[in-house]
């Protein structure tokens, strides 16, 4: 079955087609971080209507790029939500738009479910039951997965999500938006000892995770007692490394010791991990350093930030024959 993806949860107008769940035969990104950039963030008018310019664009390119033709494609995939309401708009109306023309089924997916089906089809591994853990710009959370579309919560973040928490704190360093990036790059040339940060821990709750106090040990490692100012970071270009660093190891940290200690508890065969932040090096190394022989599965390069190609897998998996109703609303929260 060849399926269309389409993906406008956010700031990326992404576009892919994947056969039978598993094989990517285009993936298409067409990315608004430029423009978002002087904000610092996403803005969210400026992203919807950079996708209404950028959603027609993009599908030609994706069948182009796969070399098929409109008439070859058996369904349209498309994320639902979670995400910002002008820019899942836009998707969602594009795929019922298709899915009339075309004469073919629509299925809208859940954006975060995605995140971790990039993983499973990265390695063709459906090994369950398994901990999902997705971290990204928008969700930190820990899950049980029992099937493809069958979950139960562990643990999510009580505030920010670690994603949001590496743009604030490159923010803080005055580095651009996407900041993960940024501060993993610092980060390389810091020392993660050097300031004592530490990621919350949520009592009772030893799955949940804070960034919110983590985030205020940098606020007032950059700033001191100038914290309250909205003026320009006042430390040297050395010292940014060292907070970048330390930042960066605290948070990481955390993430790899909570899935640690759920794996312990929960068990399962494997763990699949999801959504922006697993593009950092350093999360990896920690990875296969806590969990040695046990199969932990990345997603691609490709599919770890927002991408179409994950929706279209997960259309496929979610797909019973029935094609989602044209009132099918966009989701704004997971
Ligand atoms: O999954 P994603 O593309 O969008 C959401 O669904 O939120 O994740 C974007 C997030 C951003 O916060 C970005 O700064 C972060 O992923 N990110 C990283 C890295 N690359 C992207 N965070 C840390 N290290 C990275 N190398
Ligand atoms: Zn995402």
Known sequence: MLVLGIET??????VSIVEDGVKIFSNII???????????GVFPEIAARAHVDFIIPTIREALEKANVSAEEIDLIAVAKGPGLIGPLLIGLNAAKALSISW??????VNHVE????GAMMSHQSFDFPALGVVISGGHTFINRILDVGNYEMIGTTVDDAIGEAFDKVASLLDLPYPGGPEV???????DPLRFPFKAG???????????????????????????HKRDEAKISAEEKCHVAASFQEAALQDIVSKTFVAKEHF?????????????????RELFSEKFASFPVYW?????????????????FHCYKGISDPLDLEPQTRI
């Open 201 to 227: 821990k949520v009592k009772g709750q030893p799955w949940n995770f804070s960034f919110s106090g983590l985030k205020t040990n940098v606020l007032y490692a950059v700033k001191g007692q100038n914290a």
């Open 30 to 40: 067409a990315s608004q971080a430029e423009l978002h950039r002087p904000f610092g």
């Open 184 to 190: 993993e790059a610092l980060a390389k040339l810091g």
């Open 9 to 14: 949860t956010c700031d990326e107008t992404a």
């Open 103 to 108: 004469e073919i089924p629509f299925i809208g």
């Open 114 to 117: 995605a995140h971790l089906y």
């Open 267 to 283: 068990g399962g065969k494997a763990i699949y991990i999801g959504g922006g932040v697993s593009q950092n090096r350093r999360l």
């Open 299 to 315: 997603p691609d390069r490709d599919l770890c930030l927002d991408n179409a190609a994950m929706i279209a897998g997960l259309g």
